[in-house]
């Protein structure tokens, strides 16, 4: 599970979490976070520049 943060600098706006519970936990103290697939994370690094 990959999660978008819009607050997280740009080297670290996509997060990776190996189960669930994680991002559900990190939601719960980033509330702008939303779930984005892998794909959907690579094509956004390549667009916006962020590694």
Known sequence: M???DPDGEKNARFLPFSTQEGA????????????????????????????
Do not use: C, F, M, N
Not at 31 to 47: F, G, I, Q, R
């Open 24 to 51: 559900d936990a990190y939601r719960k103290e980033h509330p702008k976070t939303e779930p984005v697939s892998y794909a959907d994370a690579l094509k956004a690094v390549k667009k916006e520049g962020a590694a």
């Open 2 to 4: 990959w999660l978008r």
